[in-house]
Each structure stands twice: as structure tokens, then as C-alpha cells.
């Protein structure tokens, strides 16, 4: 019996009945999840009260869980009118929101669900680190876990599907260090209904499973995710896309006409290796130590072959799925080495407190710092503003609008990006000068006309950069 599969069995009596922990070592992973998702929705809902909007995303993702609560389908008309949100991202796992969102329609019922997902994917990291390093040392490697820079950033931009990938691979790795192969493959195929990319991500599951010893079960795991990435990118978005194809192929590599995949790995790659630094600093490198740090390879590898900056670096939701698969692996490599002769044993034993000095010393950067500033819970400079004019808005009006107030327009009326609003003619032109157009926004009448030949707007709302327009003919 290895020395792995002799701690997974550790607090077992000479009957063979496995000892009860107690009641506090139980209750622990819980409690932390608790705790974690207080904080992350605080954070939220805080930024979501003083109008400060990171991005579109949790405005589309509002008027996609809304279809489903509607029981239909998950019409997006911000991304254009009438666009189904399957032919962009293969993410039906977000209908699980639905009937909440049925019960509370606002978008900040979005905001708590990627709180309360997010932190229970604590529950399975505390739950293994716990049984294999004892509470204390479980503990420190749960709560470096739960600042980590990826979750600190997935908060910061609102709800995204990738939290739920968040809670399906944290438990895949609890199964994985616990040799439960079944387990592991039903959770880590669930992540095929999460996005299309992950499909990749359940081949290097295979891949983690089939070098840890179970061949069969690693091998058809890794085709039956080849296959489900296959299904989704070539048949299932096409079906629903409005030009039949998946509009993200030209991301990677600057597409046909770019630069080519290669070229584009090596680009900024300071910025990819510091990236590559931090994600496994956050373990103190221990996660190398594990076959399971496989797992983070696919996601590692679209973001630094795509040409979007954005995917390069530490910011926004791209790191979260990346946090529970290093830090699965920390605690796979601390069970394995922590009885080493030598200095790396002697290194994993104070390997938690080294965790959470990183998480410590990263979360600065990150919006759960404001936690404990004042700012985080005063009152917006225009925060009274931005009321009144959404006020100004007739319950059921169409609006077209930019980044600005998106988001809490969603919920209860149809909303229009300014980019993509093609020839759906609305009520009202929203335009917030301070959002989105650098400093040169238009004169939000003569932009809606301009926008919309042969109508005609009246401006009804002006004050601290909040315009607003509506039709009259």
C-alpha cells in the first residue's frame, strides 16, 4: 500500500469502521464556506450599490438565466436582438440559477449565487486538506484558497459560468487525491456543460487519472472529453450561432490572419510567465509535486495562444478555474512528501503558512481588501444620480445603452448594447460619459438619431454624465 493510499485510510480501528472526526473538524469546511460567502457577496453587492460595472457580462448573463426562468430559451439581446447566448458560450449549467432568479428577478440574484458557488468550492479543498494535514494545517491551505488572487478576481468582475467550474473541480480533486475514480469522472464531465473549453480541461483529468494509475477510466475519460469538446465547438454552438460558426476561432493565434498560434504564445511572455509564477506561487510550488497540476495545462495554454491581453495576466474570472486545481495539488504533494528525509519535507510541513502569507500579500490588489475600507460602503459620488435616471425609465421601456448602467438595467426590461443593437429601434438611449466612450461621448440626442434613421428623441435626463433620450416618433 503507498503511503498515499495509507494516510486515506488513517483513522480506521482494528474493526475496520473508519473514526468519527469531531464535531468541530466536521463542521469546519461549513463554516469557512459560510464565512467566504458572506464576504464575497458583501463585495459584490457593495460595488453593485455604488454602480461601479467592471464589464457587460453580468448583464448578458442576466438576460440569459432570465430566459431560462421564463422557461424559454436563453435569449441574450444585448449580444444582438434575439441572439441565443448558446451559439457564443456553451454554458447551460447557469440554468441551475433560474429558479432562483424566478423567485428574486434582479440582476444581484446573480451576484449571490457566484458567492454562495465560489464559496462552497472551499468546502471539498477543506475538507481533503483537513483529512490528509490535520485541522490546522487544512485550515491555513482552505483560507489561502478562499482569498486567492483567482477567486479575489472572479468577484471583482460579477457573475460568470466559470464559478460553477470552480465547485465541479474543486470536488473532482477531493475524489482524485482520495483514489475515487468514479467520482472524479462525474464531476469532472459535468464541466462540459460549464463552458466549451473546459472540454479540454476533462482530457487532462483523464490524463492526471490515467499517469495516477487508473489507465482504463483516465483513458476514457480523456476521449469522452475530446469527444464532448468536439460535439459542443463543430455541432452544438454552430446550431445555435446566427452565422453557424463559433466566434472565437479568430481569437486564438490572431485567427487566419494573424500571427499564428506560436507567435502569439510568445508575446508579452514576461507578462504569461509572471502569470505562470503567481498561479503556482500561491502553493509555494508545491502543486508541481502533483500529477493533478495536469489539469491546469488547457486553460493555462487558450489564454496565453489567444490574443486578447486580457487573457494574459492575474485580472478578471480567467484564473478561478485554475485555484482549486493547484491548490488540490498542493495538498496531493503534502501528503505525498510531508515524511520526506531532506529539505523538501521539511518545506511542506510549513508549506499552509507560506499559502497564506501569498494570499495574504496578493490581496491587496483585489476588491475583498475593501472589506475593510470605509469607501467599500459610502454612498457613490453619482450614486443618486444614476437612481433617478433609471427611475426615469417606464417599467417595460426598451433601452439602448453602453457598459455605464447596464447591469442594473437588465433585470426587468429589454436592454440593448450600443455596439450590437442592429435594427431593434428603442424607447430610450441611455449614455453615461463617464462609461465606455473615453471621455468623447456623443450628444445622446443626436447619437440616437444618427444611430436610428428616421426617429426622432427628446432629451429627458441630464445630470453628473448621465444622459438620457426618448423617442418620439
Same mark, same amino acid.
Given at each position: 500500500?503507498?503511503?498515499?493510499?495509507? %494516510?486515506? #485510510?488513517?483513522?480506521? #480501528?482494528?474493526?475496520?469502521?473508519?473514526? %468519527?472526526?469531531?464535531?468541530?473538524?466536521?463542521?469546519?469546511?461549513?463554516?469557512?464556506?459560510?464565512?467566504?460567502?458572506?464576504?464575497?457577496?458583501?463585495?459584490?453587492?457593495?460595488?453593485?450599490? %455604488?454602480?461601479?460595472?467592471?464589464?457587460? #457580462?453580468?448583464?448578458?448573463?442576466?438576460?440569459?438565466?432570465?430566459?431560462?426562468?421564463?422557461?424559454?430559451?436563453? &435569449? &441574450?439581446?444585448?449580444?444582438?436582438?434575439?441572439?441565443?447566448?448558446?451559439?457564443?458560450?456553451?454554458?447551460?449549467?447557469?440554468?441551475?440559477?433560474?429558479?432562483?432568479?424566478?423567485?428574486?428577478?434582479?440582476?444581484?440574484?446573480?451576484?449571490?449565487?457566484?458567492?454562495?458557488?465560489?464559496?462552497?468550492?472551499?468546502?471539498?479543498?477543506?475538507?481533503?486538506?483537513?483529512?490528509?494535514?490535520?485541522?490546522?494545517?487544512?485550515?491555513?491551505?482552505?483560507?489561502?484558497?478562499?482569498?486567492?488572487? @483567482?477567486?479575489?478576481?472572479?468577484?471583482?468582475?460579477?457573475?460568470?459560468?466559470?464559478?460553477?467550474?470552480?465547485?465541479?473541480?474543486?470536488?473532482?480533486?477531493?475524489?482524485?487525491?482520495?483514489?475515487?475514480?468514479?467520482?472524479?469522472?462525474?464531476?469532472?464531465?459535468?464541466?462540459?456543460?460549464?463552458?466549451?473549453?473546459?472540454?479540454?480541461? $476533462?482530457?487532462?483529468?483523464?490524463?492526471?487519472?490515467?499517469?495516477?494509475?487508473?489507465?482504463?477510466?483516465?483513458?476514457?475519460?480523456?476521449?469522452?472529453?475530446?469527444?464532448?469538446?468536439?460535439?459542443?465547438?463543430?455541432?452544438?454552438?454552430?446550431?445555435?450561432?446566427?452565422?453557424?460558426?463559433?466566434?472565437?476561432?479568430?481569437?486564438?493565434?490572431?485567427?487566419? @490572419?494573424?500571427?499564428?498560434?506560436?507567435?502569439?504564445?510568445?508575446?508579452?511572455?514576461?507578462?504569461?510567465?509572471?502569470?505562470?509564477?503567481?498561479?503556482?506561487?500561491?502553493?509555494?510550488?508545491?502543486?508541481?509535486?502533483?500529477?493533478?497540476?495536469? $489539469?491546469? @495545462?488547457?486553460?493555462?495554454?487558450? %489564454?496565453?495562444?489567444?490574443?486578447?491581453?486580457?487573457?494574459? #495576466?492575474?485580472?478578471?474570472?480567467?484564473?478561478?478555474?485554475? *485555484?482549486?486545481?493547484?491548490?488540490?495539488?498542493?495538498?496531493?504533494? *503534502?501528503?505525498? $512528501?510531508?515524511?520526506?528525509?531532506?529539505?523538501?519535507?521539511?518545506?511542506?510541513?510549513?508549506?499552509?503558512?507560506?499559502?497564506?502569507?501569498?494570499?495574504?500579500?496578493?490581496?491587496?490588489?483585489?476588491?475583498?481588501?475593501?472589506?475593510?475600507?470605509?469607501?467599500?460602503?459610502?454612498?457613490?459620488?453619482?450614486?443618486?444620480?444614476?437612481?433617478?435616471? =433609471?427611475?426615469?425609465?417606464?417599467?417595460?421601456?426598451?433601452?439602448?445603452?453602453?457598459?455605464?448602467? =447596464?447591469?442594473?438595467?437588465? @433585470?426587468?426590461?429589454?436592454?440593448?448594447?450600443?455596439?450590437?443593437?442592429?435594427?431593434?429601434?428603442?424607447?430610450? *438611449?441611455?449614455?453615461?460619459?463617464?462609461?465606455?466612450?473615453?471621455?468623447?461621448?456623443?450628444?445622446?440626442?443626436?447619437?440616437?438619431?444618427?444611430?436610428?434613421?428616421?426617429?426622432?428623441?427628446?432629451?429627458?435626463?441630464?445630470?453628473?454624465?448621465?444622459?438620457?433620450?426618448?423617442?418620439?416618433?
Amino acid at each position: 500500500m503507498s503511503r498515499l493510499d495509507q %494516510r486515506a #485510510d488513517a483513522g480506521t #480501528d482494528a474493526s475496520g469502521q473508519r473514526d %468519527r472526526p469531531p464535531v468541530a473538524t466536521r463542521l469546519a469546511p461549513y463554516a469557512l464556506w459560510l464565512v467566504f460567502t458572506v464576504a464575497y457577496a458583501t463585495v459584490s453587492l457593495q460595488r453593485f450599490g %455604488r454602480f461601479e460595472t467592471p464589464s457587460w #457580462d453580468n448583464a448578458i448573463f442576466t438576460q440569459a438565466i432570465a430566459g431560462y426562468a421564463n422557461l424559454g430559451a436563453p &435569449v &441574450v439581446d444585448i449580444k444582438g436582438p434575439g441572439f441565443n447566448i448558446l451559439g457564443d458560450h456553451f454554458s447551460p449549467i447557469i440554468a441551475l440559477v433560474a429558479p432562483f432568479y424566478r423567485i428574486f428577478p434582479d440582476p444581484r440574484t446573480l451576484l449571490v449565487a457566484q458567492a454562495v458557488a465560489v464559496g462552497f468550492s472551499v468546502v471539498p479543498i477543506a475538507r481533503l486538506a483537513i483529512r490528509r494535514l490535520g485541522l490546522g494545517s487544512g485550515l491555513a491551505v482552505a483560507v489561502a484558497y478562499g482569498l486567492s488572487f @483567482g477567486i479575489a478576481a472572479a468577484i471583482y468582475v460579477d457573475f460568470h459560468e466559470v464559478a460553477f467550474a470552480a465547485v465541479l473541480l474543486a470536488l473532482a480533486g477531493e475524489a482524485y487525491v482520495d483514489r475515487r475514480w468514479g467520482r472524479v469522472a462525474l464531476w469532472a464531465g459535468l464541466l462540459l456543460l460549464v463552458k466549451e473549453d473546459l472540454g479540454l480541461t $476533462v482530457v487532462a483529468v483523464g490524463a492526471a487519472v490515467a499517469v495516477s494509475g487508473a489507465r482504463k477510466i483516465g483513458l476514457l475519460l480523456a476521449v469522452g472529453g475530446l469527444l464532448g469538446f468536439a460535439l459542443v465547438l463543430l455541432v452544438l454552438i454552430p446550431a445555435a450561432n446566427p452565422d453557424g460558426v463559433y466566434d472565437y476561432v479568430d481569437v486564438l493565434g490572431g485567427g487566419s @490572419g494573424g500571427a499564428g498560434p506560436v507567435a502569439t504564445l510568445v508575446t508579452q511572455w514576461d507578462t504569461k510567465v509572471m502569470t505562470v509564477l503567481v498561479t503556482l506561487g500561491v502553493t509555494g510550488f508545491l502543486a508541481l509535486r502533483s500529477p493533478w497540476v495536469l $489539469v491546469a @495545462g488547457p486553460t493555462l495554454a487558450w %489564454r496565453f495562444v489567444g490574443d486578447n491581453a486580457y487573457y494574459w #495576466d492575474t485580472d478578471f474570472h480567467y484564473s478561478l478555474v485554475l *485555484m482549486p486545481v493547484v491548490f488540490v495539488a498542493m495538498v496531493d504533494a *503534502m501528503a505525498r $512528501v510531508r515524511e520526506e528525509r531532506g529539505w523538501v519535507g521539511r518545506y511542506a510541513v510549513h508549506a499552509p503558512a507560506v499559502a497564506v502569507a501569498v494570499a495574504l500579500a496578493l490581496l491587496p490588489q483585489y476588491p475583498l481588501a475593501g472589506l475593510v475600507q470605509p469607501q467599500t460602503y459610502a454612498e457613490s459620488p453619482r450614486g443618486r444620480s444614476a437612481e433617478d435616471v =433609471i427611475a426615469a425609465l417606464p417599467a417595460g421601456a426598451s433601452v439602448e445603452t453602453d457598459i455605464g448602467l =447596464i447591469t442594473h438595467l437588465a @433585470g426587468d426590461r429589454p436592454v440593448y448594447w450600443v455596439g450590437t443593437i442592429g435594427a431593434a429601434v428603442p424607447d430610450y *438611449m441611455l449614455i453615461d460619459q463617464q462609461a465606455g466612450w473615453g471621455g468623447t461621448a456623443p450628444d445622446v440626442v443626436q447619437y440616437a438619431e444618427q444611430q436610428h434613421p428616421g426617429t426622432s428623441y427628446e432629451e429627458v435626463f441630464s445630470r453628473d454624465g448621465y444622459l438620457l433620450a426618448r423617442r418620439t416618433s
